[in-house]
């Protein structure tokens, strides 16, 4: 079967600070093509939907499938199904990733026959048997399948990690993917999952809060295949286990790879698994994005993150102590005030950490969604992309933009104004004289992404699709696993857990 694979556009966030490759869909691609596919993937960050037309005119796929690991993408992806569907009825399109698997059943209803269906859970294993199902119509036999005539059975998840490696020559534009100053930047899996609960997150409720890896040697055989200097790992927590991260880096010790690398964790791993992350900074760790989420106990209770102040400025002070570039996320309440934005940008400009904000939004998936008390001020899929308010604002919301904007530019001029370009100046000659443009544009693109007027404007577009309304109630302990997509994930607990 000829199969196409689409990556939607790139959201607001990545038009400035990192474009990442459809990680997840090569690995779909991957499986797919193991099956013995005819497989093509086309990634709209990168292209335009010109480039779109053109392969479906010349390609002719009999099945089209979406990622929509994002909310913001899924009016875009609907009105793209309408048009493949329209130009090709016969074709089977479909979708699936992270934030479709919590709102299958409202995106089908949205194309109106244009979906035919959405695939919840993992990919990699739900493809395949989709696309085998597909001949006798048999829909609904396939595990995590969603249609508008019946689900089918509970998401299975892929029976190893190691299996399906990411089919990275399907993409094209490698070049353009890049986090920071790591530009270009490949995308690399370790693990999968997290084992914490925090309440804004989602990563949790997906996988069921089991945590799964790559054996050491699929990792580094992984690693071997990427021709790109900088690599991003992608796992929601870097090296939980301290033992993991130590033998995928004997690995690589062994076959004798270097690359620059950048991770997220958490800080209560960094401090406890001290050691490793040293080891890697050896490898080649020069990045690091630590999420703090709040600067005071309070801030931390009500997102559950399990730490404290006291332990997020020591992870910080590890990872000053081991020359890392570290970046940290705050995330500003729409209830803040002038006070606290200032407060907030006083503290940030006392840290040498690149600080980024980004607007408390409860998703589909997360507890948040359930037991936010306050109401959603809009139901427009295209907002829920932590860069707008989607909850009731103390300050009025043209005002609450100039000052979270404000913020923003205080903080990206201390590291991409002119005074830090005496840091990355040479960097970006470096990158320039490769032909590596995207972290250049970076710099001088700020003030036209990130602008108030831009902002509150888009709250004024109208809306062709809306999300359905959270139905308010309390999450017990035991009714958390209603969340989970992947209901019967074994369980690997973190120490403390």
């Known amino acids: 079967m000829r199969v196409l694979l689409v990556h939607p556009s790139a959201l607001m966030y990545s038009e400035i600070f990192l474009r990442l490759e459809p990680l997840g869909l090569e690995r779909v691609a991957s499986a797919v093509l193991a099956d013995g596919h005819d497989v093509r993937l086309i990634d709209l960050q990168v292209y335009d939907q010109a480039e779109l037309r053109r392969q479906v005119a010349e390609f002719r796929p009999e099945a089209v499938g979406f990622g929509l690991n994002y909310l913001a993408n899924v009016p875009e992806v609907v009105d793209l199904a309408r048009w493949v569907k329209s130009v090709l009825p016969g074709c089977l399109v479909f979708c699936g990733g992270h934030s479709v698997s919590f709102v299958a059943e409202h995106v089908l209803a949205h194309a109106e026959g244009a979906i035919d269906v959405v695939l919840k859970g993992e990919g990699e294993r739900a493809t395949p048997a989709l696309l085998a199902a597909a001949k006798d119509r048999a829909l609904t036999e396939v595990p995590g399948a969603v249609t508008t005539e019946g689900a089918g059975p509970a998401p299975q998840m892929v029976h190893s990690l190691d299996d399906h490696l990411p089919a990275r020559h399907l993409g094209g ?280 007027d831009r902002q509150y404007s888009e709250h004024q577009r109208e809306a062709s699709y809306l999300m359905p309304p959270p139905a308010p109630a309390p999450v017990s302990q035991a009714g958390r696993r209603a969340l989970y997509v992947h209901a019967t994930a074994p369980t690997h607990r973190s120490p403390g857990h």
């Open 173 to 452: 534009r490698r070049r353009k993917y890049f986090i920071g100053v790591m530009d270009p930047a490949a995308s690399i899996e370790f693990t999968r999952g997290c084992p914490w609960d925090c309440s804004f997150c989602s990563a949790w409720t997906f996988y069921g809060r089991s945590y799964r890896r790559l054996s050491p040697e699929a990792a580094a055989e992984d690693m071997a295949r990427i021709a790109e200097p900088g690599v991003f790992i992608v796992d929601d927590v870097a090296f939980i286990k301290a033992e993991e991260g130590d033998e995928i880096a004997r690995q690589l010790e062994r076959r004798g790879i270097r690359k620059q690398y950048y991770l997220e964790t958490r800080c209560d791993v960094l401090i406890r698994n001290e050691e490793v992350f040293r080891r890697w900074r050896r490898l080649g760790l020069n990045y690091m994005f630590l999420g703090l989420e709040a600067l005071d106990e309070e801030g931390l209770r009500q997102f559950r993150k399990r730490s404290t102040p006291k332990v997020n400025n020591q992870a910080l002070e590890i990872a000053r102590s081991m020359g890392l570039s570290v970046a940290i996320n705050i995330i500003a309440d729409p209830d803040w005030d002038e006070a606290r934005f200032a407060f907030v940008r006083e503290w940030a400009m006392s840290v040498p950490e690149i600080v980024n904000i980004t607007v408390q939004t409860p998703y589909p998936g997360t507890e948040t969604w359930l037991t936010e008390s306050r109401h959603l001020t809009t139901l427009d899929y295209r907002l829920f992309d932590v860069q707008h308010a989607v909850l009731p604002t103390r300050l009025p919301l043209r005002q609450f933009y100039e000052e979270l904007v404000r913020t923003q530019s205080v903080l990206a001029r201390k590291h991409l104004g002119v005074a830090a370009l005496a840091k990355t100046g040479g960097i970006i000659a470096r990158q320039l004289l490769h032909g590596q443009t995207n972290f250049a544009k970076m710099i001088w693109k700020f003030n036209d992404v990130y602008n108030a």
